[in-house]
């Protein structure tokens, strides 16, 4: 398959965001992720640090150890082997979510905004089949895409107070699960007692860019037997290959 090429934008002296397109879509995050695993598995030197996101591979590099000009073409000429390019297998989360008002506080005024019942939303949200996109604005939020078009709804123009730790979210055509507490535009529909951001554990972050998730639907006396034995450090999300 070809692909157009991707532009190469300085951001300061330091870093290259490459960018491979100007959507949030399937097939250009899997570019972004199998280059991010060709230069994390064979970085060349003077490369400090890779980052994913939506679109782009932010990618830190030491300017003393190689010139824009050399990472450049290194870049380009990975890019032309098929494995960067070509999607990697990834992997499938299951996730429990529950969608009661007493922990989804958001989920009345967003079935209201939406046109929906609050039952209603929490069915479609749940019957979703999601991407993990990437990891932003704090560790452990997890950005998703493939939100049914129903429950699109635009971000608010004033952010609402703190979320709750695990909270689910939508709000610009995405959904979001939210690691910690923060004050955020998004709507809170849900929320999970799985952690996918612990020190503790190896690696950090449970789930990876690329791999899908689906949402179980738990009540809140299910939500509050699985958030005793997450605060004890096991795993709450069944995975199975994607």
């Not at 000429?77 to 979510?97: G, K, S, V």
């Not at 479609?124 to 895409?145: E, K, S």
């Not at 959904?175 to 799985?194: C, D, F, H, K, Q």
Request: charged content about 20%; hydrophobic content about 40%; overall charge negative.
């Amino acid at each position: 398959m070809r692909y157009d090429p991707p532009r190469f934008l300085d951001q300061g002296e330091t870093a290259l965001s490459v960018e491979f397109g100007d959507t949030v879509d399937p097939e250009i995050n899997a570019r972004v992720l199998a280059l991010d695993a060709a230069l994390r598995h064979d970085p060349p030197a003077g490369v400090c640090e890779t980052t994913p996101s939506y679109r782009a591979l932010l990618v830190q590099y030491e300017p003393l150890e190689i010139d824009r000009a050399t990472l450049v073409r290194d870049i380009t000429m990975r890019l032309t082997h098929d494995d960067a390019a070509t999607p990697t297998e990834r992997r499938c989360w299951t996730i429990p979510c529950c969608y009661d008002p007493a922990l989804a506080e958001d989920i009345v005024e967003a079935a209201q905004t939406l046109g929906q019942t609050v039952e209603s939303l929490a069915r479609l949200h749940a019957g979703g089949d999601y991407r993990a996109y990437m990891y932003g604005f704090a560790p452990g939020w997890c950005y998703l895409g493939g939100l049914p078009t129903a429950l699109a709804m635009p971000r608010r123009l004033t952010p609402r107070g703190v979320t709750p730790t695990g909270a689910v979210l939508i709000g610009g055509g995405l959904s979001l699960i939210g690691a910690n507490p923060m004050p955020t535009g998004w709507y809170v529909i849900g929320r999970t007692p799985e952690k996918l951001f612990s020190s503790r554990r190896q690696p950090n972050f449970l789930i990876a860019p690329g791999d899908r998730i689906r949402f179980e639907a738990i009540d809140t006396t299910r939500f509050a037997a699985l958030e005793t034995r997450a605060a004890q450090g096991e795993t709450l999300a069944r995975c199975e290959s994607a």
